[in-house]
């Protein structure tokens, strides 16, 4: 039988909240799904925090509301965090995105987690 994780998108405005709501509904409260790209995307491949089984999918409901909240001002604000943490030789192409954003161009933040998905665990993700 397939296992059905479901995600509240009225209940995801940020990065964090997304990574709080798909721990919480794989592993528990207080579960731990990734709590960054990298980590989500090893997550989805089967890496610590995995659900057992392999059969699942996430439904991730009021997907639109989700969409909107992470949208360009939080991927902006995200890529902000970004470029005070990353290496010297990827600021110009971070700020270049965080440029995009602040003008409302570029992938969002939704964008990214909904390519993780695709690539990593296709078909695993519904949105509903």
Partial sequence: MTATYVLDGTQIKTLEDFWRTIGEAINGPGGHFGRNLDAFADCLSGGFGAPDDDDYVVEWRD???SREY???PET???L???LTH???TNRPSVGADLAAARVGR????FDWLVTIFDDRAP???RLR
Avoid: D, F
């Avoid at 570029?106 to 933040?109: A, I, K, R, Y």
């Fill in 80 to 82: 902000e965090i970004r």
């Fill in 123 to 125: 078909g695993v993700l």
């Fill in 106 to 109: 570029g992938s969002t933040v």
């Fill in 76 to 78: 902006a604000r995200q």
């Fill in 70 to 72: 992470l949208g360009h």
């Fill in 86 to 88: 990353c290496h010297p």
């Fill in 63 to 65: 997907h639109q509301v």
